[in-house]
């Protein structure tokens, strides 16, 4: 750069800096209308750059803010539309129900159920359809994945059980209900029956932890 070219720059920069324009022209001092673009381009080709061509407008700046909020806002609807569909996804995959069976007025083994031949019809052969009951609820059991059972009440026939250790936990739960789809937790509910007998037995029975 000439010495000339270089008193130009600093003349330049000083009239910017007093806020005065710094398109003096060829007449120094003398002020044009502005340079035309032809002056700009062959400026910039010189390398004689003006540092407030690199200065972004205030339109500028808010267009570039502007640009910068919208692409955040974009970024965070995707974030949530994506969010929302894999969590539908996931819902829409995830089990919905909850499969269980359940048995009520059950309470008959072998030798516990026996009625009066004056009974109605129905009363009779309790063992018999307990074992019916027993195959039919544990195929059922199987074909729906059963979580859980749940025994509505009267589980022992007629007078409930007297203790845990009564033989009626035996005759009439496990030896009956013995199949693998049923051998899941079972929540029980005690009937009248139940109260006829010791209704704590039972109670104490589920707290062994031999049920569920």
Not at 9 to 37: C, F, H, I, Q
Not at 94 to 116: E, K, L, R
Not at 140 to 145: F, G, L, M, P
Request: proline share 5%; hydrophobic share 35%.
């Amino acid at each position: 750069m000439s010495e000339v070219e270089a008193a130009d720059k600093r003349l330049r920069s000083w009239l910017r800096k007093s806020g005065r324009p710094a398109n003096y022209g060829k007449k120094y001092g003398a002020v044009d209308e502005g340079e035309d673009d032809d002056e700009k381009l062959m400026r910039k080709a010189e390398g004689d750059e003006d540092p407030e061509d690199n200065i972004p407008s205030t339109a500028v700046r808010m267009a570039r803010r502007f640009r910068k909020a919208v692409c955040t806002l974009l970024g965070a609807i995707v974030a949530i539309a994506v969010g929302a569909l894999l969590a539908y996804v996931y819902i829409r995959s995830a089990p919905d129900d909850i499969s269980f069976v359940t048995i009520g007025d059950w309470g008959c083994g072998p030798d516990n159920c026996h009625v009066p031949k004056s009974a109605p019809q129905g009363f009779h052969h309790g063992s018999e359809h307990q074992l019916k009951v027993s195959d039919a609820m544990a195929n059922t059991a199987k074909n729906i994945v059963s979580k859980f059972v749940l025994a509505l009440g009267d589980n022992f026939y007629w007078r409930g059980v007297q203790s845990v250790d009564d033989p009626l936990w035996k005759s009439v739960w496990e030896d009956r209900f013995q199949q693998a789809s049923l051998q899941t937790p079972w929540y029980v509910i005690l009937g009248n029956h139940d109260h006829y007998g010791n209704p704590e037995a039972q109670i104490d029975f589920s707290r062994q932890g031999r049920d569920c």
